[in-house]
């Protein structure tokens, strides 16, 4: 990847970790049908963040360096949302995210050579 694309990538990335973390500490309520869509969105919202981490560092390779810190922010996430009166920790959202970066790392052989 040129390196106006790696900047891209990685000005992406800020801007996917921060609307992440604006709807992970916002105060919506769920029904429980939306409790499964909430998983999805887990799924596909740590599938688009491993895919921009490992874009916006393409010479490293998609190893634990890259996917760990993103576990790490899940986590985190539901540090927080463990504070919040209107959040919840859920350990089902944190598997959810692991999920997504799975999801991705089988994914990149799909990719083509790097």
């Known amino acids: 990847m040129t390196r106006p694309g790696t900047t891209a990538c990685r000005l992406l990335l800020v801007l996917a970790l921060i609307t992440i973390t604006c709807f992970a500490t916002a105060d919506l309520s769920h029904t429980a049908a939306e409790a499964v869509n909430d998983k999805l969105a887990h799924v596909l919202s740590f599938f688009v963040l491993a895919l921009l981490a490992d874009l916006s ?27 919040l009166p209107y959040r919840t920790f859920s350990l089902l959202d944190l598997a959810a995210d692991a999920a997504g970066i799975f999801a991705y790392g089988l994914f990149i052989p799909f990719l083509g050579p790097r």
């Open 57 to 83: 560092f393409p010479k490293r390779g998609f190893d634990w360096v890259v996917w760990a810190p993103l576990i790490l922010y899940g986590l985190a996430i539901e540090v927080v949302q463990d504070q």
